[in-house]
């Protein structure tokens, strides 16, 4: 199994629907979780940290699920630049402790 | 506020030739990465450092040296390249949320 483990899709979706990206961790341990974003042929970009608590940032929204070591990251109102690779990300103590999902790839079309 | 910057962008080598991809950051960060991305698997890491003049394996380091001598610049050797090492290498520097450089495409022929 691997440790971080996400939906590789790709997800097709229409401009302005909501998107859900879903990801699961196996080290009950881990500590951080983060969403990146990747385009085609960048790098990795920090999107959002993501809190027990939930957290916002405009039309994105993270969440995180301890009991379940499930991660979450709903998209609303799709944009066509919203188009990228998604990657779940999770560390459980120190910066090279540091696993990254493979990513979930999101299209969105006009 | 150059961030990370890696050099090269682009590389074609040779089966048993060697490089050496630098990377250099200007955030003062003690933690420095190399990591390799290849289709389907994800980002995966080579080697990582945590201070000047320290470096320690990740988890796919065969094939692979590194060296830590200032704080900003973090460098990837590769002795003798394999068709196996063709992908796209990024360096990374930061604690947690990390900052990426733009890559290295590499193609080991």
């Known amino acids: 199994r691997k440790e971080v483990e996400q939906d590789p899709g790709p997800f097709n979706v229409p401009e302005g629907a909501t998107v859900a990206f879903n990801c699961t961790y196996s080290n009950s341990a881990s500590q951080s979780f983060f969403w990146y974003r990747q385009d085609c042929r960048k790098e990795p970009k920090l999107l959002m940290s993501?809190?027990?608590s939930g957290n916002e940032d405009g039309r994105f929204t993270a969440q995180l699920n301890r009991a379940s070591q499930y991660i979450s990251l709903l998209i609303r109102d799709s944009k066509l630049s919203d188009s990228a690779t998604y990657l779940c990300?999770?560390?459980?103590?120190?910066?090279?402790?540091?696993?990254f999902g493979a990513g979930t790839r999101l299209f969105v079309k006009a | 506020n150059a961030g990370v910057t890696q050099t090269p962008k682009f590389r074609v080598l040779k089966t048993g030739q060697s490089m050496t991809l630098l990377c250099a950051q200007d955030?003062?960060?003690?933690?420095m990465y190399w990591y390799r991305q290849d289709p389907g698997m994800g980002l995966r890491l080579i080697h990582y450092?945590?201070?000047?003049?320290?470096?320690a394996k990740g988890e796919v380091p065969d094939g692979y040296n590194v060296s830590r001598l200032k704080k900003q610049n973090f460098l990837l050797g590769l002795e003798s390249a394999a068709p196996s090492q063709t992908s796209v290498y990024f360096c990374?520097?930061?604690?947690?949320?990390?900052?990426f450089g733009s890559g290295t495409r590499l193609t080991v022929v």
């Open positions: 990374a520097s930061g604690a947690y949320g990390y900052t």
């Open positions: 450092s945590v201070g000047e003049g320290t470096t």
């Open positions: 955030m003062n960060h003690e933690y």
């Open positions: 990300v999770v560390n459980s103590g120190g910066g090279f402790k540091t696993i």
């Open positions: 993501v809190y027990s």
